[in-house]
């Protein structure tokens, strides 16, 4: 969620924006990654089910949704979950923000190459940055768009960064 973009000509060679093959988001940026003394403006929240077996999602269609507003600054929210062995992702989970007034939307990897603008079936790790993201409320929504194998259940976790003014919450 803390990554740090790198701008040479090899890390950008075919896809200038992140995440692309040569780097992925980037190099690991502590100081965007956790709070501290000196960034006041950061605060992190998390959300992580793996020993909540009844909040695990068990069917395609399932939702979780949760909430937080935010001061003007750059949010990062990043999804990630365990996904079964397979020859390619078995589970798609997929990550949804909405800011509250504007109506404005986006979704994990916007930016992936070869995304084609569409909700990410690829990758088990999603990624929405906004680097100026407009005060307010936020909507997250993680749904699960495609369930292969449910047993016992697919977990995820979720990390929020940025100048939050409430915590995250789940609705």
Not at 54 to 75: D, E, M, N, V
């Amino acid at each position: 969620n803390g990554t740090h973009w790198l701008s040479g000509a090899d890390a950008v060679a075919d896809h200038k924006l992140p995440a692309n093959c040569h780097q992925g988001f980037g190099r690991i940026d502590m100081l965007a990654t956790l709070p501290n003394p000196a960034a006041s403006h950061l605060v992190l929240e998390f959300f992580d089910n793996w020993e909540d077996a009844g909040s695990h999602f068990t069917g395609t269609g399932q939702r979780l949704r949760f909430q937080f507003s935010s001061a003007a600054g750059p949010i990062r929210i990043c999804l990630a979950y365990t996904d079964p062995p397979g020859r390619a992702v078995q589970n798609n989970i997929n990550l949804f923000v909405q800011h509250t007034q504007s109506q404005q939307k986006w979704f994990g990897n916007e930016n992936v190459q070869f995304g084609h603008s569409r909700p990410d079936a690829k990758n088990n790790v999603e990624v929405m940055r906004l680097d100026s993201a407009p005060a307010g409320d936020y909507w997250i929504q993680l749904t699960a768009a495609n369930l292969l194998r449910t047993h016992p259940g697919q977990d995820v976790a979720l990390v929020v960064t940025g100048p939050l003014t409430t915590p995250l919450s789940k609705v």
